[in-house]
């Protein structure tokens, strides 16, 4: 048997009777090579002070969930290599942990429930929203509009309103910044309406400016899709990939979406 295993069995505890989790106890430093390669364990909690997870340590199969502290520096990129199809890591919010999640394609969440999904095709979303046309306002805003697509594309991700999707992004500029950093406005990227005019909630004064509406540019002459102010429900309306005054003016771009080879490879720096 190996020594990691070994090792690392002798001090797996908390157990539940069903044997399907675990957790591991206070005062480890490093989860070794292969610890728990094949053990038929499917969520394992793993103790805060923990800062390294070595090299295929989780490889296994029936292994759906981990809870990974925010102490985690450093994760092997096969320390989770075999798992199971639905796994996802809970994390938390801003940590190393979370960023590893993102730049390999593992689904994660903030809590108990997955909610981002691996990267899917930004593309793909451009795509939904023809079904969505003419839906009244009343029914599907903006926001509602933008979730839908992300939904029907295999993301499933609810937020409060235009400006928590704006602080949600990877990057954000004008057009211009846009074309000039990644080479183009990639179909599948957000658009928005911005302006630091002190239009924003309270929360976000002093922030980054009032993002008041959201869209999906389509790459197509048709424009942006989106839900309009004028309650005429979702259309698609003019972008013509430049700022324009009480217009789209703003570009977002999300890791959890693929735009493409090289613009997620330029994308990879903002983290």
């Not at 909630?201 to 980054?208: E, I, R, S």
Request: charged letters at 15%.
């Amino acid at each position: 048997m190996r020594r990691g295993f070994c090792v690392m069995l002798a001090v797996l505890i908390l157990w539940t009777a069903c044997a399907c989790a675990a957790t591991l106890p206070s005062g480890m430093l490093t989860v070794e090579e292969e610890a728990f390669a094949g053990v038929p364990v499917t969520e394992f909690t793993l103790p805060e002070g923990l800062q390294t997870i070595a090299a295929r340590a989780f490889s296994s199969a029936a292994l759906r969930h981990v809870i990974l502290p925010p102490s985690v520096s450093a994760i092997d990129n096969t320390a989770f290599e075999g798992v199971a199809a639905d796994f996802f890591a809970t994390v938390a919010e801003g940590s190393y942990a979370e960023t590893w999640c993102r730049i390999h394609g593992v689904s994660y969440s903030y809590g108990s429930t997955p909610y981002v999904t691996p990267a899917v095709t930004a593309l793909s979303v451009s795509l939904q929203g023809d079904k969505y046309l003419g839906t009244p306002y009343s029914v599907m805003d903006c926001q509602a509009f933008v979730e839908a697509c992300l939904f029907d594309a295999g993301i499933n991700l609810n937020l409060a309103g235009s400006n928590a999707w704006y602080r949600r992004m990877d990057w954000v500029g004008t057009p211009e910044e846009c074309i000039a950093v990644f080479g183009s406005i990639p179909k599948g990227a957000f658009l928005y309406i911005h302006a630091f005019d002190g239009g924003e909630p309270a929360y976000y004064m002093d922030d980054l400016g009032n993002a008041s509406h959201i869209g999906i540019y389509t790459g197509t002459n048709k424009g942006a899709m989106a839900s309009s102010y004028s309650q005429k429900g979702v259309i698609y309306s003019e972008f013509n990939g430049t700022t324009m005054k009480n217009s789209w003016n703003c570009v977002g771009l999300w890791r959890e979406l693929d735009y493409g080879e090289t613009i997620n490879r330029r994308l990879q720096k903002f983290y």
